[in-house]
């Protein structure tokens, strides 16, 4: 859009307005002042580069909502932008000055706001035609830029200050290897003195930086130097109403697309910049100098005398950082002046998630302690069962030596039997050696028998003190045929000296289990001696026991069978309770130690009664695979 086509909008704009204006009916605008009379206060509002226009806009909605706050009274603002300010070549005031005359000639404000210089140049230059009487306040303008010539005793100026050369230093600080700033500024006339005043403030910089003018290139062509800057160059926002080519640009529109293909950070003084685009520094306070505007406002209206009212120019707040600039950038924290304050941080896992992180740290510290309590309970089983196991093989050993007990006369006897035996070849033999010649054939022969009875003697020895040792609960490899050999062989002269038929049939194949092999032959022993009790006791007249190997799926299995009269029906549940025994001078423990040895090796007993008669013991043992 070309200079003359903006002014003859401009123009237009201005007619139309006057003409709605004076269209209005004058009977109905005089009743509404009369309804609102005394208590309903008048603010005009003039803006120097339009409502939306930053960083001014920023200040205006502020001021504005600020004093429909806290106004005491009833307010009717008014709002008028003095587009003009905005362009190179700016056009005629006259017709913008007549729509304002024609519009507030009945109703004259209160006060009249002003927001930015040219607003407030303008407002000094007609207030004698447009409001010679209303108070006049003149906020957000830089103190180079008031018309003090034609301040009066109605007038408060609300300024702010310009510093520059502390811009400056504080990129430096935060960015010592800073070499050049690019300073993006348009060309317009107000633009165009800060130009000037730029260069003559930081004229003591040249030295150390090199100041890169983007005033006299359209905006195009500035998006495309910014994509492409040499390292160690930073870009400085000052202001974009419009570029060289005649281009009017809303400034946050303009430094967005700015931030959006520069490749080096960019910094500013303006407050309503910051915020999404700029890395931060010291900057002008929105807030401040609106609510000094407001207080202002309030006093004036409230009777208080303008002259009465005076202030120093604003200058810079505290440094504020954008940490999201600052992370993007590489800019350490620890570069930053005191006091500055660091805005949009993201937070960290905890801060986003302290309660549920919470949450989750009791569970684990609840799931710690219910661990914690688990293992020394599992401890503590494990002790018992130590414990327990030891209890059981003192107990088991007690009644090994019970049941040995029982053996004892067989056992003797079955020593005596190699032991004469021997006695007589020896005596044999030494009667043979005073032949003359010795018979050395026979003499061999007798020494081979002796040998053997020898043999015989210590195997029942052996199988005595493996049954009789006192030994700790071991869990081996064993071979369950074998183990169940020795207990029989154990046994057999008992069974023989008795008359009783005690028939051992293993299984064909190896049965491997783990156990201990001594309370193994223990729970035989315990089983056939109660066994032949039973048949002995009983007078039956066949006496057969038969003891039994084989495999049953995954478990190997002994079977203990006997042709006695069986177990009482009523007595079958109970067998195997501590201190439930069924003879005389029994003390019920026999069985009771057997299952718990049974149980403690991961198997299972069962007894029952046989159809044909006598009772049926089956062990089941777990196999190894």
């Known amino acids: 859009m070309s200079s003359d086509s903006v002014r003859s909008w401009s123009a237009a704009l201005f007619c139309l307005g006057l003409f709605v204006a004076t269209c209005m009916s004058p009977d109905r605008a005089d009743g509404a002042e009369r309804s609102l009379r005394g208590e309903l206060k008048r603010v005009l509002v003039l803006h120097s580069f339009g ?181 160690h160059t930073v870009l400085f926002w000052g202001l974009m109403s419009v570029d060289a080519a005649g281009i009017v640009h809303e400034s946050d529109i303009a430094l967005r697309s700015l931030h959006a293909v520069a490749n080096a950070p960019i910094f500013s003084y303006q407050d309503p910049f910051f915020g999404g685009s700029t890395v931060g520094g010291p900057m002008h306070s929105v807030a401040e100098t609106s609510s000094r505007t407001i207080s202002v406002a309030l006093r004036v209206l409230g009777g208080e005398k303008p002259a009465s009212i005076s202030y120093e120019p604003l200058g810079f707040a505290a440094p504020r950082y954008d940490w999201r600039e600052l992370q993007r950038w590489g800019i350490s924290e620890s570069r930053l002046p005191d006091g500055s304050e660091i805005l949009f941080r993201e937070p960290n896992i905890w801060e986003r998630y302290r309660w549920q992180m919470l949450m989750i740290s009791a569970v684990f510290l609840v799931q710690a302690g219910l661990i914690s309590g688990l293992l020394q309970e599992r401890r503590r089983r494990r002790l018992a069962e130590v414990e327990s196991r030891q209890r059981l093989a003192e107990l088991a050993h007690v009644n090994r030596y019970s049941a040995i007990g029982e053996l004892t006369t067989s056992m003797a006897h079955e020593l005596n039997q190699p032991l004469g035996s021997i006695l007589t070849n020896a005596e044999t033999a030494e009667l043979m050696l005073k032949a003359t010649p010795p018979d050395i054939d026979e003499i061999r022969q007798i020494l081979a028998d002796i040998r053997r009875d020898d043999h015989r003697a210590s195997e029942v020895i052996r199988r005595l003190r493996s049954v009789l040792k006192k030994t700790p609960f071991e869990v081996r490899h064993i071979e369950l045929n074998d183990t169940v050999r020795e207990a029989i062989g154990l046994v057999s002269a008992v069974a023989d000296g008795r008359r009783i038929a005690l028939t051992y049939m293993p299984a064909f194949a190896d049965l491997h289990v783990k156990g201990d092999p001594v309370q193994l032959q223990q729970v035989v022993l315990n089983l056939v001696i109660n066994a032949m009790d039973a048949v002995s006791d009983a007078g039956m007249k066949k006496r057969e026991i038969t003891v039994s190997t084989m495999r049953a799926e995954n478990q190997a299995e002994i079977r203990i069978s006997d042709t006695g009269p069986g177990i009482a029906s009523a007595d079958l549940g109970n067998v195997f309770n501590p201190f439930f025994t069924t003879k005389p001078q029994g003390m019920g423990m026999g069985l009771a130690i057997v299952k718990t040895i049974i149980e403690a090796h991961h198997g299972t007993i069962a007894a029952e009664n046989q159809p044909w008669g006598g009772a049926l013991f089956t062990i089941r043992l777990p196999l190894i695979r």
């Open 51 to 231: 409502r939306e226009f930053r960083p001014w806009s920023e200040y205006a909605r502020d001021i504005k909502s600020g004093l429909e706050r806290q106004s005491p009274w009833p307010l009717d603002i008014q709002e008028h932008a003095l587009l003009t300010a905005r362009f190179n070549n700016p056009g005629p005031e006259a017709p913008f000055v007549e729509y304002l005359h024609s519009l507030y000639q009945g109703a004259l404000p209160d006060i009249v706001l002003t927001i930015g210089a040219p607003a407030a140049r303008f407002a000094q230059k007609y207030r004698a035609r447009l409001f010679p009487d209303a108070p006049l306040i003149l906020s957000a303008v830089e103190y180079r830029l008031i018309d003090r010539a034609n301040l009066t005793d109605n007038d408060v100026v609300v300024a702010i200050r310009n510093d520059f050369v502390a811009a400056f230093d504080n990129i430096l600080q935060v960015l010592p290897d800073t070499k050049a700033v690019a300073i993006v500024i348009g060309a317009s006339p107000l633009e165009k003195f800060w130009i000037e005043e730029l260069k003559r403030e930081l004229k003591p910089l040249e030295e150390r930086l090199e100041l890169i003018w983007y005033s006299d290139l359209s905006f195009e062509e500035i998006l495309k130097r910014a994509a492409r800057l040499p390292p």
